[in-house]
């Protein structure tokens, strides 16, 4: 037991000091908002204004019924796939998955261009929720297929019927991921834009925005991007109370048993035809407007040379990006399992304030940081990456936490034990356990970086164009022909990561 000890204590200056450099830079953006409320004399009269109040309950409502809808679809969709009789489980994984590949402002585009009237909560809620439930259902299936079937077995035995088996048995183990898949919608639905603007419903992120390019007021703006940090602490809490304490971990493979599976009955049609209406409207109004614009506007052209160009550069973009935030997002995941107190927590927690600002903030806490301290890295693809990594931790953090959590970590100190060195135990014992989260947490890194607007607009050097910013470009002039092969080319480069996640699901508890 001593030498367990002594592996476990090998090694953790290391991890701690890369932990919190990570969550240092995560911090900046927070960092560069708190010192602009705290030095503005006038913060507290540009924040009791009526119009902070409506934004402010814009931005609630919207995070709490979306978060919401995203969680009941996500969970109900996850539970008719991995735990009922439904047939076609495979096809039905993909199509549920497949919106993971289209931005969210191209499907408010989309839906925008269906009819004018199309704007307000009840539209962003509905556009935010076909966008972002796969984010719940992704960790809520392959939690599904990882839960013991002797669990359920033995629940089923001592005579709970299937609700109480659920609620005794299958919840608690659910939770953590359906926490973390709410987290990280609840945080994208805080920094949310380019759906929100297309939609015409105002937040605190599309108000921000405005105060920067139309009055070019950065007191005010900072000012609202600072209720953003007590509204992402607000999300923060409420996971870890949601998500429980219960560990998940099991040594064993045990005895190798087919998962139950529960038969739907007279409600199979019912069950079929929600299917059929999810995929219809986040799969088919998209890619049937998309397919429209390109056949009949008159503002429809494929410059060859810029399409090369632009795909190129999102894809590097995204190959570059979803490395730098898994590989900085490790240590931090580690320390969170591994090494669990007061001091781990607060790292770990820190890494996600990040997400919940505006990709403007970030980028204008970096462009500050850069000017008067590291003038060379101005508008370059290090810091460009470097805001990528703020803006999208949460999302390789919650896919690393959630497979360390099933990972035990016997295995690792009794390979040190027997001399292994660090090195050994991380390629032979730990990343063959955990590669399915890093896989899982990259995938989806890239296909945010893909998306990503504001801070590309900002950060990236002169001449960098990617497809969202050409794709926005042009859908803000209202040339959804001329906008319409960008819109296309984000969603088939992002084929390969959305097909990654849907085999890594199935993948999960075999």
Excluded at 7 to 29: E, K, S
Excluded at 199 to 227: C, E, H, K, P
Excluded at 275 to 292: D, E, N, S, T, W
Aim: with cysteine; proline share 6%; charged share 10%.
């Amino acid at each position: 037991m001593s030498l367990i000890h002594a592996a476990r204590a090998g090694g953790r200056p290391i991890q701690l000091g890369a932990a919190v450099a990570v969550a240092v830079l995560t911090l900046i953006p927070a960092g560069y908002v708190l010192a602009g409320v705290l030095t503005n004399i006038d913060a507290t009269r540009l924040l009791w204004r009526p119009r902070v109040g409506e934004l402010l309950t814009n931005t609630v409502l919207l995070v709490m019924l979306g978060t919401a809808a995203c969680v009941t679809v996500g969970t109900l969709a996850a539970w008719l796939v991995e735990r009922t009789t439904l047939r076609g489980r495979p096809i039905w994984t993909a199509l549920i998955l497949a919106p993971l590949a289209i931005p969210a402002f191209v499907n408010s585009f989309a839906w925008y261009s269906l009819s004018p009237s199309f704007a307000g909560l009840g539209a962003a809620v509905l556009v935010t929720t076909l966008s972002y439930y796969p984010l719940v259902y992704l960790p809520v299936a392959a939690m599904l297929r990882g839960i013991d079937p002797a669990l359920e077995e033995q629940s089923r035995i001592l005579g709970n019927g299937p609700y109480r088996t659920f609620c005794r048995i299958v919840l608690p183990q659910v939770r953590p991921a359906l926490s973390g898949g709410a987290l990280l919608v609840g945080l994208h639905l805080l920094a949310e834009f380019g759906a929100l603007e297309a939609l015409r419903f105002d937040t605190f992120t599309t108000a921000i925005y405005d105060q920067y390019q139309s009055t070019f007021n950065g007191a005010a703006a900072t000012a609202l991007a600072g209720v953003l940090i007590p509204l992402c602490l607000l999300l923060l809490g409420s996971e870890k109370a949601l998500s429980g304490r219960a560990p998940l971990v099991r040594v064993g493979g045990g005895v190798a048993r087919q998962v139950i599976r529960y038969r739907l009955g007279h409600t199979a049609p019912a069950a079929l035809a929600g299917l059929v209406v999810l995929v219809a409207a986040a799969l088919g109004v998209p890619l049937g407007c998309i397919a429209f614009w390109l056949l009949t506007s008159t503002s429809t052209e494929f410059p060859t040379a810029e399409l090369l160009q632009t795909t190129s550069t999102s894809i590097v973009l995204a190959l570059l990006g979803a490395a730098v935030t898994t590989t900085l997002a490790f240590p931090v995941a580690w320390l969170s399992i591994r090494r669990q107190g007061r001091l781990s927590r607060v790292v770990e927690r820190s890494t996600y304030l990040g997400n919940s600002l505006p990709g403007i903030v970030v980028a204008l806490a970096l462009i500050t940081i850069a000017a008067r301290h590291l003038p060379s890295l101005y508008q370059s693809t290090v810091m460009l990456l470097a805001a990528y990594a703020v803006l999208f931790m949460p999302r390789a953090m919650v896919s690393l936490r959630a497979v360390l959590k099933q990972t035990p970590p016997e295995l690792g100190d009794v390979g040190r034990s027997l001399g292994v060195g660090p090195a050994g135990v991380m390629s032979r014992i730990t990343l063959p356990l955990i590669a399915r989260g890093v896989a899982t947490g990259a995938a989806l890194v890239s296909l945010a970086v893909i998306t990503e607007l504001t801070s590309t607009l900002l950060l990236a050097p002169i001449g960098t164009r990617t497809l969202a910013t050409q794709f926005w470009s042009a859908s803000t002039s209202i040339n959804y022909g001329q906008a319409a092969p960008y819109a296309l080319l984000m969603i088939l480069i992002s084929v390969p990561a959305a097909y990654l996640l849907t085999r890594r699901s199935g993948e999960v508890g075999r």
